[in-house]
Every structure is written in structure tokens, then in C-alpha cells.
């Protein structure tokens, strides 16, 4: 078997320019342990690390929604085998990452194009390079349910701190989801969501004023009041 004939293409939409970036990437061009697909805004840039000894690719790439890239594990004969696999924002379910056969990858990025599109538009964002523009961030109505449903997340799995809740804290058992069980209480605003504890007053406002705040708030693995 000959290694170095593997190859496939990569592509992800830049978050600064909205720039599809598309490169082929060879097993032979990974003999480095790592390569980086930038940009030619140099607002971004997509890496990937070959774990020779786990047979596994770490993919890492930027998110038009999020404040920071994804990472994903694939395996080596996967990254080079599929005809098309995608890898979708974990919060927002739109694909960021694309890998396969040229063409397919190519009329995949541009399917998503549309779809953003479509999205950016309905949130009274004119295009991509104005998509971290403050003046475009309108409020959405189910921004507010979004947040709220994360920190019942967060509540239930026990990753909300506070002055008598130090990091470390049970979470709620098995089946307890409901907000009167819990220690904590969320006060709904227009443009955002303010957790108190019940016990100690610690509290924390989180703004919820657009779609990307929202889906920079999905980022966070904890919420510590204060």
C-alpha cells in the first residue's frame, strides 16, 4: 500500500470574511505532524495534527457563529475515505467543516452558503463581514429560551458556582430538572438573564440580546456567579 497517494480536500467558510478556504490535503503533506489551511484574510485558519501513533487526524476549525474553533477527532481512514464528511457546529448544527471528494465538498460549502445566508438575513445581518457588527445584533425571541435552557443545563449538571457552591458541587440527581428544585433562580429580561443563588445573593447577568451572543454563551462549560 502506498501511503502517500492518500489524499482529500478540506475546506471551512473563514468567520472574519466569509470566505470559503479550500485546500488538498495529502497523508504526505502531514508528515509533519501538523498543517495550517489560513485564510488569505488572515483572519483565520484551520488546523489539523496527524496522531500517527492513534491513527486519528485532530481537526480544528473556525466557527462563523462561536468565539472560538472546534476541535474534532477523526479517524486517519475515515479522513481520507469518506466522499463527503461533515463536521457541524455543535451548538448551532450548521457545517463548518468539510472533507472528501473535491466536488462534493465544493457544492457542500456552497449549499451552506445559502443556508447562513438565509440565517444572517432573517437576524438583520446583510452579509458576512458585518456578521460581529454590534449595530446588526437584533434581539431574537428565542435567544432568551436558548440561554435559559443552557443554564438549566449547567444547573442540572452541577456546573453553576457560587459563593456557597465552590466549583466541585454535586449535580442534581438523575430526572431532577425542575427549577423549583434547584438552588438557584433565573429572572427573564428583555436582553437578558440574570442567575441568583437562592442562598448566598451571588448573582450573573448574561446578555442575550442577538443570535451571536447566544451562540457564544453555548461555548461556556461553566457559570460562576459573583
Sequence with gaps: MVIDS???????????CGSGVISLVGL????????????????????????????????????IFCNKPHSYNVSSAMFFSKDIFLL???????????IGESNKVKAELARTELELL?????NGISDFKSIHGDEHDLTDPQV?????YIIGDLDAEGKIY?????????PLPDGVLDREDSEYQIEIGEE??????KKCGAEKSIAADSMLTAH?????DYLKLE
Design 28 to 63: 504526505f503533506s502531514l508528515s509533519a505532524d501538523m498543517i495550517k489551511l489560513k485564510c488569505t484574510c488572515g483572519g483565520s485558519e484551520m488546523q489539523i495534527v496527524y496522531r500517527k501513533d492513534e491513527g486519528q487526524m485532530r481537526v480544528s476549525v473556525p466557527c
Design 88 to 98: 457541524p457546529c455543535p451548538y448551532s448544527d450548521i457545517n463548518i467543516g468539510f
Design 216 to 220: 457564544a454563551f453555548l461555548n461556556s
Design 118 to 122: 438565509d440565517m444572517l438575513e432573517e
Design 144 to 148: 432568551l429560551d436558548v440561554v435559559s
Design 192 to 197: 437578558s438573564v440574570v442567575v441568583r443563588c
Design 6 to 16: 492518500k489524499q482529500t480536500t478540506v475546506a471551512y467558510r473563514c468567520p472574519e
Design 162 to 170: 457560587c459563593h456557597c457552591y465552590p466549583e466541585g458541587r454535586e
